[in-house]
T-cell receptor
Framework: ETGVTQTPRHLVMGMTNKKSLKCEQH?????MYWYKQSAKKPLELMFV???????ENNSVPSRFSPECPNSSHLFLHLHTLQPEDSALYLC?????????????FGPGTRLTVL | AQTVTQSQPEMSVQEAETVTLSCTYD???????LFWYKQPPSRQMILVIR??????QNATENRFSVNFQKAAKSFSLKISDSQLGDTAMYFC????????????FGAGTRLTVKP
């Protein structure tokens, strides 16, 4: 595997379910991100981890819970979601301290909340 | 806070022709980075081109070039000799030089290249 991978690619869940999204980066980066992509809206930065420490939490509801066990893996735990949480969830990684801190994106998980 | 605006939700262009996608942004920063990302249908988002605000020269990457107007806070993307594979969502993004984990994106422009 190369780059940034995400599983599952598609997820349908009820509002009472608990599920997790997984992201893995194979680029040796030290920062990872979760974004929410909704139709006709800008990408919303949800969480940032740098050196496995959370450095950004953009007023995300507590029904979204991130976890970064190491620099290669990032999870987003979901529970009691709402239909408006249906979106494409993108993971990205970058190397903090480099000039552009370019972010590399995964393919996303398409989440549908019924 | 920085905001990025893409005023064209959808655009189309004939194959081999040239198209320009618009982007404006709002910031009080003097130095920053600007990016264009491409997201093909059902595929990963990739970086197309980037510009450093302190450089006056417009960035160019093969058929892709930008028109960076710092005073006007404008950063348009020109695609020359459009190809079918250029069909995608295009996102303009802004990033400060410091605290550069926080990248701000526009809402995107859906570009369709027609044969």
């Amino acid at each position: 595997e190369t780059g940034v991978t995400q599983t599952p690619r598609h997820l349908v869940m009820g509002m009472t379910n608990k599920k997790s999204l997984k992201c893995e980066q194979h680029l040796g980066h030290n920062a990872m991100y979760w974004y929410k992509q909704s139709a006709k809206k800008p990408l919303e930065l949800m969480f940032v981890y740098s050196l496995e420490e959370r450095v950004e939490n953009n007023s995300v509801p507590s029904r979204f819970s991130p976890e970064c066990p190491n620099s290669s893996h990032l999870f987003l735990h979901l529970h009691t979601l709402q239909p408006e949480d249906s979106a494409l969830y993108l993971c990205a990684s970058s190397q903090d301290g480099t000039r552009y801190n370019e972010q590399f994106f995964g393919p996303g998980t398409r989440l549908t909340v019924l | 806070a920085q905001t990025v605006t893409q005023s064209q939700p959808e655009m189309s262009v004939q194959e081999a022709e040239t198209v320009t996608l618009s982007c404006t942004y709002d910031t009080s920063e003097n130095n920053y980075y600007l990016f264009w990302y491409k997201q093909p249908p059902s595929r990963q988002m990739i970086l197309v081109i980037r510009q450093e605000a302190y450089k006056q020269q417009n960035a160019t990457e093969n058929r892709f070039s930008v028109n960076f107007q710092k005073a006007a806070k404008s950063f348009s993307l020109k695609i020359s000799d459009s190809q079918l594979g250029d069909t995608a969502m295009y996102f303009c993004a802004f990033m400060k030089l410091i605290n550069n984990n926080d990248m701000r994106f526009g809402a995107g422009t859906r570009l369709t290249v027609k044969p």
